[in-house]
């Protein structure tokens, strides 16, 4: 039988799990090695439970780590057995067909036990600016399978009840390389967990496991409800979309990589099927099978409960339908380090399916890739290697009332950030000659879509250069007459003078001195036709820069059906 719960209680341990999350963030972010931890925020914070279900997580964490972190908890208990956990332990995890990531995104979490039961685990997921292999930072490209992609760690406990094993530690150290920023931020980890155990201690005390239990369940249930509420406003029925990426790059000759979804609404329930994406590829753009899931709840928490914290029972309502093998349930030894490419599309995918639903909701296409580059070689005025990363916005999709943000990360990126210049400048070899928005870049329409980014950098020695991008073919869609924005892609200017033009991802690309790289980012797709836009706002657009031309010809007549 539940016990009761008066709603103050409930609502101070609503709030304190969330500050705890918080403060776990917080610890990171100021002890983290890489800039990757302390200044983009590509990293996540949750306590969970020994079933691995979301008890709390952090103000701004990335929905696509959060959404499926609760499965490197299942795979270390079932590893381990819930009773061979002791206090003092640190586990380790970023085995991809369990947890559906690249290996660069380690998850450490350490037991909490109250009273001598184990309740609780606070966890960090965070990307480690390098983890062995043969790739080197973001946009690696040319491998066939996870070997080649760097070390890695299936449920691995780093410390037994306080005793650090450094035989694992060593492995690390020797199979990265850049030891030093992969142990420190190693150890934030863990310290950021220590944080949440001692919060944990103090609420757990205060109130006892049992009311603490009892308000999760009561936490869990309020969700629940709500998302049942938000599915049943949706019209009962089944919608599906397609879109594409771009081709593998081993097999090309099979052209664009078809993404098809469909998604079913029935009373307050909602299915997502992504039994039709394609089998498992060669190239590096699989995930694992919590990949998968992940996508769905990213777009299934988007349209019904998108401020409400992330917690399990928000996501009660939802069932996937993901076979394994696909793409985003990819078995060994199928590569994953190009993973962060195909779940923004697979995202906007669904999106798309739903805006015959939602038309007063759903956006048109955004630039859908997580947007990382990578400049990696040895700094010689240092003399030491150096990996400097980054993620950089682009435009999302005109809306139902306004238009599209520009220079935003990928709806499965919440609120990471750009590195500030001036630090990238300051670290590594490199001059920033220009980060601004990109002209143009927006679709037209009533509500214009958002614009991409310009980043211009010029080596200031020899080093290499490695760019994800995405959906270079498939441009950001626009929806209801709008039109779409424009692709991302890469243009090296070199010392000689000749220019080079790459619309797809470069990876180990080779920069001279002087060489100069200009990164343009995808721009938003339009809403509406652009017939109905208002004049004032073209000529503010044209004023500020965003647009520099007239539209085109006359606007299109036909309407846009996902």
């Known amino acids: 039988m539940n016990e009761a719960v008066d709603p103050i209680t409930l609502e101070v341990v609503r709030s304190a799990l969330i500050a705890c999350a918080d403060e776990?963030?917080?610890v990171?972010?100021?002890?983290?090695?890489n800039m990757m931890i302390y200044e983009v925020h590509d990293f996540c914070v949750g306590l969970l439970d020994p079933e691995g279900q979301i008890v709390a997580q952090n103000t701004g964490g990335l929905p696509i780590f959060l959404a499926d972190l609760g499965a490197a908890i299942v795979d270390g208990v079932q590893t381990f057995g819930p009773d061979r956990f002791a206090p003092g332990d640190v586990v380790?995890?970023?085995y991809p067909y369990i947890c559906g990531q690249h290996l660069n995104n380690v998850v450490v979490y350490t037991p909490f036990f109250h009273d001598g039961a184990l309740v609780a685990f606070p966890a960090v997921r965070a990307h480690w600016v390098d983890i062995g292999g043969a790739r080197v930072g973001f946009g690696p490209g040319g491998t066939t399978e996870i070997y080649a992609e760097g070390l890695q760690l299936r449920s691995v406990k780093l410390y037994e009840a306080g005793r650090l094993n450094d035989s694992i530690e060593r492995i690390i150290a020797d199979n990265v390389r850049l030891p030093h920023a992969a142990l420190g931020d190693l150890r934030a980890?863990?310290?950021?967990?220590?944080?949440g155990e001692r919060r944990l201690a103090e609420l757990y005390d205060r109130y006892g496991a049992s009311t603490i239990a009892a308000c999760v369940r009561q936490i869990w249930d309020q969700a629940e409800t709500l998302a049942r509420q938000a599915v049943r406003a949706i019209p009962d029925g089944e919608y599906c979309a397609e879109s594409f990426l771009d081709p593998d790059p081993f097999h090309p000759e099979a052209g664009p990589i078809p993404i098809r979804v469909r998604v079913v609404v029935e009373g307050d329930s909602f299915t997502v099927d992504l039994s039709g994406l394609p089998p498992q590829l060669r190239g590096s753009l699989n995930a694992g099978e919590s990949g998968g899931v992940?996508?769905?709840r990213v777009a299934f928490k988007a349209v019904t409960l998108p401020e409400l914290p992330v917690n399990e029972g928000a996501f009660r309502p939802l069932r996937v339908i993901l076979p394994p093998?696909?793409?985003l349930s990819a078995q060994p030894p199928a590569p994953v380090g190009n993973w962060s490419l195909s779940l923004p599309t697979v995202v906007d995918t669904l999106l798309r399916a739903l805006a015959p639903a939602l038309p007063h909701l759903i956006p048109a296409g955004h630039k859908a890739d997580m947007g990382g580059y990578t400049f990696h070689g040895f700094d010689r005025a240092r003399g030491r290697p150096f990996i400097a990363m980054g993620i950089t916005g682009g435009g999302w999709g005109g809306r139902p009332h306004e238009d599209g943000p520009s220079a935003t990360v990928s709806i499965c990126q919440g609120d990471v950030r750009n590195v500030p210049v001036e630090l990238q400048e300051a670290y590594y070899p490199l001059l920033v000659e220009r980060l601004a928005l990109r002209p143009d870049s927006g679709g037209d329409g009533q509500y214009r879509g958002g614009l991409g980014v310009e980043l211009r950098v010029r080596a200031l020695?020899?080093?290499a250069v490695n760019r994800s991008i995405e959906r270079a073919q498939c441009a950001p869609w626009g929806l209801h007459g709008g039109q779409p924005g424009a692709p991302p892609c890469n243009i090296v200017e070199r010392a000689d003078g000749r220019r080079e033009e790459y619309a797809h991802t470069i990876s180990r690309l080779p920069l001279a001195e002087g060489d100069v790289i200009t990164i343009l980012t995808g721009g938003g797709g339009g809403w509406g036709a652009p017939a109905r836009r208002d004049p004032s706002?073209?000529?503010?657009d044209r004023l500020r820069g965003y647009v520099t031309a007239e539209p085109d010809g006359p606007p299109p007549t036909a309407r846009d059906t996902p």
């Open 92 to 94: 380790l995890m970023n």
């Open 325 to 327: 093998g696909t793409m």
């Open 28 to 33: 990171l972010s100021r002890t983290a090695y």
């Open 537 to 540: 706002l073209r000529a503010r």
């Open 189 to 195: 980890q863990i310290a950021a967990c220590r944080v």
């Open 24 to 26: 776990m963030a917080t």
């Open 461 to 463: 020695q020899d080093l």
């Open 294 to 296: 992940a996508a769905a």
